[in-house]
């Protein structure tokens, strides 16, 4: 591995932005309720977005973030001239908000060397680094080869089968208040609550401000929700702030994890999958 954790800093992503197979992806989605398409465009110096909500989505399905499947996943990347020995650094323009989702992506599609701008494009800034304002884009193809990986990888099987199983834990990155169904989904036609037996730790909850917190702070929420024995299985609404958590426990020494694909965008529309409410 290039480096050694899979956060990296402005400064680290600053000292090593000559490297020869280095590639940098502005992740960048909207938030729900937030966008950001009306600002000024700003990036990194020769960064080529990914498209996570139009490629890299699977929009065959009626749910919002769905993975592609392997051969789309990597003729999409090989589109933005990406190679199987490409050092990829995700990022994105809140600070901590999809580019985890994309490291997730590469992890599940059997790429090693993929890392976060933890802060992202505020942490760049926040350095006086240079900006641009266009994307990079790239005019070769590249020789990525996908390699999926079932176990970064969790469907709604998958989760049937960790309700009761006392090796796993289920964690749901949405707020208290819809985690507890006490608070509306954003999302019309969903019901409101929580898969069985899962745990709830609000993303927002381990980041201080546009970046994580310290990873120490991350070792500490974790051991209160899991052990190293655990397989650690993260769901939210529609897989994004799932990978936030994803992320976090893999720093926090808790790599052993899984991402609920279709969360709670699924869960929660399917009638015939039980809900528990805490009112």
Sequence with gaps: ???????LSAQQLHENNNLPNLIILDCTIDKVGQSLKDEKLET??????????????DHAVNLPHTLVDEETFAKEVQNLGINSDSIIVCYDRWGVYSSPRAWWMFKAMGHKE???LDGGLPAWKANNFETN????????????KADFQQDWFADKQVMLNSINDQSKTIVDARSEGRYKGTSPEPRQGLRSGHIPNSKNLFFENILDGSHYKSE??????????????????????????????????????????KVYDGSWSEWGADESLPIEKDL
């Design 1 to 7: 591995m290039k480096f050694d954790k899979p956060l």
């Design 44 to 57: 990194i110096p020769n960064a080529i977005f990914f498209d996570i909500e139009g490629k890299f989505s």
């Design 114 to 116: 993929v890392y976060v």
């Design 133 to 144: 304002s266009v994307h990079f884009q790239p005019t070769e193809k590249g020789s990525f």
């Design 216 to 257: 120490q702070e991350l070792k500490l929420i974790f051991q209160k929700l899991t052990n190293q024995n655990q397989e650690n299985i993260f769901s939210c609404g529609s897989g994004i702030t799932a990978s936030i958590l994803a992320l976090a426990s893999t720093v926090a020494g808790f790599p052993n994890v």
